[in-house]
């Protein structure tokens, strides 16, 4: 999978494309991130990438020209490719989404800085706007990255064991169970009693329970789009 990012500050990203689960995809060849600089597009001595607002108002806008060229610059995968804007005013980026990006071949993202972009590259150059949350960030970076790990993490080969995301927390619309490592004991507190006995079966049903526990606390918004068999919800009426 191709991921291109435009931006005005390749540099904030690069550390992180390094690093951990992404550093090792890209390393594999599973996925290619490529960083554009918008900047490289700008016109004129002063490489100029904002401007002054039509109409008056505080800050700056991004021009539409560094970022119309950046986008030309892009080699398509193919015709259909999806540029997407980062906006808070966007539609909420979640699970769902990250699972159907994660079947496509490139992905063209474009981080918006100021007061964000000219209209007009919303109205012609993209496909759809995504927000990472209800807040205001101060450029498009961070949400680029959140995109890019969440769709990494899903393309096959990406994650060691093939299995490992499918338990996470959104994968059957629950959040998943508490996870606990050595030592035993930590701060008065200790491991389940069942994690240690060896019993699968057993284990599968406490996961199960503490899944549907912790949704049902934590998000119990979750729990009307989740899959349930009739014993999630025995134990669901229970709860
Ligand atoms: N004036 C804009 C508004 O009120 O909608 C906000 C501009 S924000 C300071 C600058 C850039 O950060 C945006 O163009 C966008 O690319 C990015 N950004 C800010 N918050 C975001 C969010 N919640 N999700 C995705 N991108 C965000």
Redesign the pocket.
């Known amino acids: 999978m191709k991921f291109d990012v435009l931006t005005l500050f390749p540099e904030m990203l690069t550390a992180y494309l390094q690093q951990g689960v992404l550093g090792r995809a890209v390393k594999r060849g599973l996925v290619d991130v490529n960083l554009i600089n918008i900047r490289d597009f700008a016109k004129g001595t002063h490489k100029t990438t904002d401007d002054r607002p039509y109409g008056g108002g505080e800050g700056m806008v991004m021009k539409p020209g560094p970022i119309y060229r950046a986008l030309k610059s892009v080699e398509r995968v193919d015709g259909r490719s999806p540029v997407i804007l ?5 539609k909420l980026f979640d699970q769902s989404i990250a699972w159907e990006m994660s079947g496509w071949d490139q992905l063209i993202l474009i ?7 000219d209209e007009r590259i919303k109205l012609t150059c993209t496909h759809m706007e ?4 209800d ?6 970076e961070l ?1 680029a990255m959140v995109i890019v790990d969440a769709v990494s993490r899903l393309i096959p080969g990406v994650l060691g064991s093939e299995r490992s995301n499918l338990e996470d927390s959104f994968e059957d619309g629950l959040l998943e169970y508490p996870q606990y490592t050595r030592p035993r004991m930590f701060q008065d507190k200790e491991v389940p009693e069942i994690l240690l006995s060896g019993n699968h079966e057993k284990i599968r049903v406490w996961r199960r329970e503490e899944s549907l526990k912790r949704t049902l606390e934590k998000r119990p918004d979750l729990l009307k789009q989740a899959k349930l068999a009739p014993e999630d919800k025995a134990i669901l009426a229970e709860l």
């Not at 981080?111 to 972009?117: D, H, I, K, P, S």
């Not at 995504?130 to 949350?133: D, E, H, V």
């Not at 807040?135 to 498009?140: A, E, F, K």
């Open positions: 980062l906006s808070p005013q966007g981080c918006g800085r100021y007061e964000g972009v995504l927000s990472i949350g807040y205001v960030l101060s450029g498009g949400g």
